[in-house]
């Protein structure tokens, strides 16, 4: 997919990914740590997480195809350095809320629900999500300075808007 009714893709795909992702992060840390909100949400933030990580690539072949038509500069080599880390932290969140979600309802004997497990998953769970939530901040940071640094006036230019 590279344009979507003549914008290119990327810019409509990375609107979804800055949602879901920091929104599956979030439940992540959630259903980890409360288990009425385990039983209710792991499943559907399995599902979440695992399309999230499947948009991925998608969005990164969008930006790679839009990188190729415009100026290559410094602070656009760095946002394409920073998207490249958005499948480990999409990849880390869904593979964690599987985890999450396989304990809830899989046999005990492969995921034990004791105290110790409970409590190291909850913990890797917040780290995985924090990591991603900065992750995602970092990248859209990035694409925002490679798009809008030097692209405006920073004083009101009469007639605008």
């Known amino acids: 997919m590279e344009t979507v009714n003549g914008l290119p893709a990327h810019i409509l795909l990375v609107h979804a990914f800055v949602v879901l992702l920091p929104l ?4 992540l840390a959630l259903t980890a740590w409360w288990p009425a909100a385990r ?3 792991a499943g559907p933030n399995a599902v979440l997480a695992s399309v999230t990580l499947v948009l991925v690539p998608f969005t990164m ?13 410094a602070l656009l080599e760095d946002h394409t350095r920073l998207g490249d880390t958005a499948l480990y932290a999409a990849f880390a969140v869904t593979v964690v809320a599987l985890v999450i979600w396989w304990r809830h309802r899989g046999p005990a004997f492969l995921f034990p629900r004791n105290t110790a497990v409970s409590i190291t998953v909850g913990v890797v769970a917040v780290l995985v999500a924090s990591a991603a939530i900065y992750d995602v901040y970092l990248i859209g940071d990035s694409g925002a300075r490679a798009s809008w640094t030097g692209d405006y006036s920073t004083t009101v230019i009469e007639g605008a808007g």
């Open 24 to 27: 599956s992060a979030v439940l």
């Open 39 to 41: 039983r209710r949400l």
């Open 61 to 73: 072949n969008a930006g790679q195809w839009l990188q190729d038509r415009v100026e290559n500069t």
